[in-house]
């Protein structure tokens, strides 16, 4: 035993000081490595819909109504197994229509009825893990009442007659719709072992704010980055061209609110100034892309805060582009060929008529400077960005549960592509100076991101990494953007939708091939005889044909349009995936009419299921990522054992 390997026992010794300790604890962890393994949900580009994600969140995309179908079978109606499953969703709004519905008299039945088969489903779907881990996701007010009902007592000879006095009892005393809402919200914590977010939380839809606030109190939880979170991590560390982008964006669909009353941010200083600036300014060509509960009342006011952030944005991001000549963006540098007089622009050797030449903030001399009322305007942005609390809450949380991918359990997640040339290969990109690709480039490109948030005593540095998150969210060889160009500027102001167009990285061109999608699990070390890709950020257009599946079930893109601005395009409503100790499920799912409707009306969410793997053997712990830990940490404690015999360490009793 060499010096660093005898230090390294000595200290888990304090752990474990006799011999007894350590045999204990290897008996534990091999029975663990026998359990099945739980079951991981994948969710990806969910753009702030918010009662669509809870709603998937609490079903577990099916999963407990499978559970309550492999509970009770043909022994309950379907009526009574939709009645379980909404209660089990929504049971605190569920109960309180059930004690307006039923009377005194009935109320009581009602409460046993529910508590029996509440109780048999909580011993379905904890019945794969350990007592010590369901013990710790026990609610503290219930706990010791809850391992009593759900396990079995050899010593009780009758059984039913005890278990019977503790429903009764906790009937009697008042207790039970608490009771029932803990039994509820355990199960829907016990069917889904791990949730993975495969990007895209932000932007388009109303409530991104709800769904980190639900992330954040999600017993497990992964997070790869999506262009539209780096864009908000961004504007956290209080980089100003992030910040234009996020309010762009939130004035484009019509939800500034969530900026001012879903994060408390104060937009009065760009409404005074656009108010001021752009009152007699044509803003036709920024519309509102608003939904049914937009206040139209807004929508002038709206519509000049739409053109005066837009106008800022590209001026933000034409010195943020001179500034990093190494991001080779110049051809992205589109105000200074403006020809106000012609009311043209010149892009690739072509000229185009623009929709709107009316900028009374451009500088024709100096095109991407920012007007003395701007630069004051948006430095009090910037400092109310830095100083909400509830966003630096949310974006630390994405930092420390999140990155640009994930390798998890054989399967290798990420949001948006692997830059590659037309060949196929690895496309090589110079970041400050060097060239990385491959895994390389995802690796310096987060290392910068995190500096660009958490850097404070190297302003430079900083900066460094701030513009890296920019380039993240909007660079051609970003991985998680994969476009040549963000065709903002032409979208807005070029009526030709030949300059709309943004081409596609050449991996999407490649997902069908083999040897491609096995290169790219080779460079992060998976085994691709075995391994999958979990991808989103580019919606699956099923009405046209398009298939989530990819090169044989090697590659799954479960981007199918959660947001309602995709939903047309892609004809449903988003897919996701399930996997346990069975295999793979992808899960179509239709579009979410609301929270109210499936509580009232009993109405879950219609989904499809398509199988992509089955196995015969059923996958336990031992085959997973912890199952490995774990058998390093048994390795480990046999050493230990080994030391405590043959005298090397000494037992502490």
């Known amino acids: 035993m060499d010096e660093l390997e005898q230090r390294y026992l000595k200290s888990l010794a304090k752990q474990y000081p006799t011999i007894a300790a350590a045999s204990t604890e290897i008996i534990n962890l091999q029975a663990i490595l026998n359990l099945p393994k739980g079951t991981e949900h994948f969710m990806t580009d969910i753009h702030g819909e918010y009662e669509q994600f809870n709603h998937v969140l609490k079903n577990g995309s099916g999963s407990v109504r499978r559970k309550i179908d492999e509970e009770f079978g043909n022994t309950l109606s379907n009526k009574d197994k939709k009645s379980l499953a909404t209660l089990i969703y929504y049971p605190t709004e569920k109960l309180e229509i059930v004690m307006q519905e039923e009377d005194e008299s009935s109320i009581e039945d009602w409460y046993k009825i529910t508590l029996h088969r509440l109780v048999q489903i909580?011993?379905?779907?904890?019945?794969?893990?350990?007592?010590?881990?369901?013990?710790?996701?026990?609610?503290?007010?219930?706990?010791?009442?809850?391992?009593?009902?759900?396990?079995?007592?050899?010593?009780?000879?009758?059984?039913?007659?005890?278990?019977?006095?503790?429903?009764?009892?906790?009937?009697?005393?008042?207790?039970?719709?608490?009771?029932?809402?803990?039994?509820?919200?355990?199960?829907?914590?016990?069917?889904?072992d791990h949730l993975h977010i495969v990007g895209d939380i932000y932007d388009r839809g109303p409530g991104p704010h709800v769904i980190m606030d639900t992330l954040r109190q999600y017993h497990s939880v992964d997070v790869q980055w999506g262009n539209h979170d780096i864009v908000w991590m961004g504007a956290a560390s209080g980089h100003l061209a992030c910040i234009a982008n996020v309010i762009r964006m939130a004035a484009r669909y019509g939800n500034l609110d969530t900026l001012e009353e879903g994060y408390g941010i104060n937009l009065i200083p760009l409404a005074t100034f656009a108010m001021d600036v752009y009152k007699d300014t044509d803003c036709d060509v920024f519309t509102i892309k608003y939904n049914t509960e937009y206040d139209t009342k807004d929508l002038s006011l709206d519509m000049k805060m739409h053109k005066a952030i837009a106008v800022i944005q590209l001026k933000l991001e034409g010195q943020l582009i001179m500034r990093r000549p190494e991001f080779a963006m110049d051809s992205r540098l589109l105000l200074e060929h403006i020809d106000y007089e012609k009311k043209t622009i010149t892009i690739d050797g072509k000229e185009y008529h623009m929709k709107d030449t009316d900028f009374p903030t451009i500088n024709r001399e100096r095109p991407y400077e920012l007007s003395k009322e701007e630069e004051q305007m948006m430095e009090r942005l910037q400092h109310a960005f830095i100083r909400c609390e509830k966003l630096q809450e949310h974006v630390r949380f994405l930092f420390s549960k999140g990155s640009l991918y994930k390798v998890y359990n054989s399967n290798l997640l990420y949001h948006g592509c692997m830059p590659m040339d037309e060949e196929g290969n690895f496309k090589k990109v110079t970041?400050?100076?060097?060239?990385?690709?491959?895994?390389?480039?995802?690796?310096?490109?987060?290392?910068?991101?995190?500096?660009?948030?958490?850097?404070?005593?190297?302003?430079?540095?900083?900066?460094?990494?701030?513009?890296?998150?920019?380039?993240?969210?909007?660079?051609?060889?970003?991985?998680?953007?994969?476009?040549?160009?963000?065709?903002?500027?032409?979208?807005?102001?070029?009526?030709?939708?030949?300059?709309?167009?943004?081409?596609?990285?050449?991996?999407y061109r490649l997902l069908d091939r083999e040897d491609i999608i096995n290169k790219i699990l080779t460079e992060f070390g998976l085994d691709v005889g075995k391994s999958h890709i979990v991808n989103g950020h580019v919606p699956v257009e099923l009405k046209k044909g398009e298939s989530p599946i990819k090169c044989g079930g090697k590659l799954l893109i479960i981007d199918g349009g959660f947001s309602k601005a995709y939903q047309d395009k892609t004809g449903i409503a988003g897919y996701t995936l399930v996997a346990n100790s069975y295999g793979m499920r992808l899960v179509a799912h239709e579009p979410f009419e609301s929270a109210e409707s499936?509580?009232?009306?009993?109405?879950?969410?219609?989904?499809?299921s398509i199988i992509l793997e089955t196995s015969t053997m059923r996958q336990k712990i031992a085959d997973t990522d912890i199952g490995a830990e774990l058998r390093d940490s048994i390795h480990q404690l046999e050493e230990l054992l080994k030391a405590y015999r043959n005298g090397t360490i000494i037992e502490k009793f």
């Open 122 to 192: 909580t011993k379905r779907v904890s019945s794969k893990y350990t007592r010590s881990k369901v013990r710790k996701a026990l609610p503290a007010d219930f706990s010791y009442i809850i391992e009593e009902l759900i396990t079995e007592k050899a010593e009780i000879q009758d059984k039913e007659a005890y278990y019977n006095e503790i429903v009764h009892t906790i009937i009697r005393i008042g207790r039970a719709p608490e009771f029932i809402t803990a039994l509820c919200n355990l199960i829907q914590s016990l069917v889904i």
């Open 431 to 507: 970041i400050y100076g060097e060239e990385y690709s491959g895994k390389a480039l995802y690796d310096v490109l987060e290392q910068y991101a995190r500096k660009g948030y958490y850097a404070q005593n190297n302003l430079q540095e900083k900066l460094k990494g701030q513009d890296i998150i920019w380039y993240i969210w909007a660079g051609p060889n970003s991985p998680v953007f994969g476009k040549d160009k963000m065709a903002t500027f032409e979208r807005y102001f070029i009526e030709e939708k030949e300059t709309h167009t943004e081409t596609k990285n050449s991996y």
């Open 598 to 608: 499936a509580i009232i009306n009993e109405s879950d969410i219609f989904s499809d």
